[in-house]
């Protein structure tokens, strides 16, 4: 990302809406596929500046890395005990030292040149058995500016994420889009580029607002409704998958 995204990450990601919806179905599916997982290894590769490892604890057996300057930086003022400078695709870890990897928004990436590379490097350090939940922007269509400011090389489909985890040694357990109510709505603005900056609802200057707060509520009611059904279009694209024990 560039470096202004970072500082606006790291001050509003604890209340904004979209932090806290994807760290519900993060803890969600932490709790329903790993129920044992404060007390596990597991890695947030490409941690930014590492609010899913605040959430989650700051465990001692949880660690992040992230390949930028700024993002360290940030996770060392919230006082992140284990936090690594590294690319995805080299991890500085042992294979299969990890119970669970979680990669929230980095796939996406510029940085990331091959998606198939960090994966092989997530299937290295990976236990067999072990969980994977990834998280990434969908669908093509919805490119905007502020995919440019976060350096955005790819959006995802179903049949495309499902394809690159199938050849790489991983069972999907879960796959759905969500951010789906709002998806109409986000396609025309963006389709129309009716908001310059791609940031189409909420303010990244005031998180803790009206719109913000509804909009908090309207991804609570999607959240329960997605226990239930799978939407089939969204914004995001989210997916547990383990890494198949008989795999080389």
Same mark, same amino acid.
């Given at each position: ?48 500046? /590492?609010? =899913? ?25 919230? !006082? ?7 690319? #995805? ?11 669970? #990897? ?27 058995? !072990? ?47 969500? =951010? ?17 900056? !791609? ?8 998180? /803790? /607002?009206?719109?913000? !707060? ?5 991804? #609570? ?28």
């Amino acid at each position: 990302m560039k470096s202004g995204e970072y500082e606006i990450m790291f001050r509003v990601e604890e209340r904004h809406w979209w932090y806290r919806a994807l760290r519900r179905f993060l803890v969600h599916h932490l709790n329903r596929f790993l129920p044992s997982w404060p007390d596990r290894d597991i890695l947030d590769a490409g941690c930014g500046t /590492g609010g =899913n490892l605040q959430h989650l604890g700051s465990r001692p057996s949880h660690t992040g890395v992230d390949l930028a300057d700024e993002a360290i930086d940030y996770c060392r003022q919230r !006082g992140l005990p284990n936090v690594l400078q590294a690319n #995805i695709t080299q991890l500085p870890l042992e294979d299969q030292s990890q119970d669970a #990897i979680i990669s929230t928004s980095v796939l996406y990436h510029q940085w990331i040149e091959n998606v198939d590379d960090a994966l092989q490097e997530f299937h290295r350090v990976l236990r067999p058995g !072990g969980w994977l939940f990834i998280d990434v922007p969908a669908f093509k269509s919805l490119h905007s500016p502020h995919d440019e400011a976060v350096l955005t090389a790819r959006r995802f489909t179903r049949g495309m994420l499902r394809e690159q985890l199938d050849r790489n040694g991983f069972t999907i357990q879960r796959m759905t889009y969500w =951010n789906s109510f709002l998806f109409p709505l986000v396609w025309l603005v963006r389709r129309f580029k009716l908001v310059r900056s !791609g940031r189409d609802f909420g303010s990244e200057r005031s998180p /803790g /607002g009206l719109v913000n !707060g509804c909009l908090n509520v309207l991804l #609570i009611l999607e959240f329960q409704l997605a226990r239930f059904l799978r939407f089939p279009l969204g914004v995001s694209l989210a997916v547990v998958a383990q890494k198949n024990p008989s795999s080389p």
